[in-house]
């Protein structure tokens, strides 16, 4: 199983960022995806997740309204369209797979990405 993430890069706050991850080795469209971050001496946080088949869509209270999560199960992707950006999304991020539906504790995923890294300047 790989999850390849991509898309991070350096931006200005207020810029946009979208991140993809591709899967490959497993059966995407029978799991829920999530995107996960971290930054250095914390432990890492759930950013947004969605379901297998896209209808429920769940984000932390402080990207809601700013960031989308989608997928398409055709094409084995998944994606974080990040607007708005602000010096605190700077972090790196994590796509995951979970079986578990709707429960999107970090201990629930089964496939992680390598990360990529947003940095976003002030």
């Known amino acids: 199983v790989q999850l390849q993430a991509s898309g991070g890069g350096l931006v200005q706050a207020g810029g946009s960022l979208t991140l993809s991850c591709a899967a490959s080795g497993v059966t995407f469209r029978i799991y829920n995806m999530g995107w996960f971050r971290q930054v250095p001496g914390k432990e890492r946080e759930f950013v947004a997740a969605i379901s297998w088949s896209g209808d429920r869509r769940d984000y932390v209270d402080s990207v809601q309204g700013r960031f989308t999560i989608s997928r398409d199960n055709a094409k084995n992707t998944g994606t974080l369209q990040m607007n708005s950006l602000k010096s605190e999304d700077t972090a790196v991020y994590y796509c995951?797979?979970?079986?578990?539906?709707?429960?999107?504790?970090?201990?629930?995923?089964?496939?992680w990405g390598q990360g990529t890294l947003v940095t976003v300047s002030s």
């Open positions: 995951a797979l979970t079986p578990r539906r709707g429960d999107w504790r970090l201990a629930n995923y089964d496939f």
